[in-house]
């Protein structure tokens, strides 16, 4: 808990108990997770939270730079915990995000043309390794 409380307050956000279970979960899961997920795990450990809670931590992650918002899928909007920039390839068939490490010369120095970059996103889509593979040994059969 003690590292959790910290990285909160490394950005300025007031570390109060529903923000550390959040953050734990994201931290635990590491994953893109959408609202729901957070809120149905959180609902094990605070029975009373509402989901109003959730939206308004996680806005106040993203605005404050912890958590990235990601809208590769449109309908609804994944959050992101990983601290370094990366890309993400959708798979079309199974809805898989992938994590792509970005290998572009802006990711370090965050800066184009005199601009100050806060966030990048490459989305991709296709059909995943897993897909193309069952796929492939089904029309062996
Ligand atoms: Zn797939
Ligand atoms: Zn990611």
Redesign the pocket.
């Known amino acids: 808990m003690d590292n959790l409380i910290k990285i909160l307050q490394s950005r300025n956000i007031h570390p109060s108990y529903q923000r550390l279970k959040i953050l734990e979960i994201l931290e635990k899961n590491k994953d893109h997770m959408n609202v729901n997920m957070i809120f149905e795990e959180l609902l094990k450990e605070i029975p009373t939270i509402s989901k109003t809670t959730v939206y308004s931590t996680l806005s106040t992650f993203a605005a404050k730079g912890l958590v990235h918002c990601l809208t590769i899928t449109p309908e609804e909007m994944k959050y992101d915990y990983r601290a370094k920039p990366h890309h993400h390839f959708l798979?079309t068939?199974?809805g898989?995000i992938i994590d792509i490490d970005v290998q572009c010369p802006y990711a370090d120095t965050m800066e184009i043309d005199g601009h100050s970059i806060e966030d990048i996103q490459g989305y991709f889509k296709g059909?995943?390794r897993?897909?193309l593979t069952h796929n492939k040994t089904q029309t062996l059969k």
């Open positions: 798979c068939r199974c898989a059909t995943c897993e897909c």
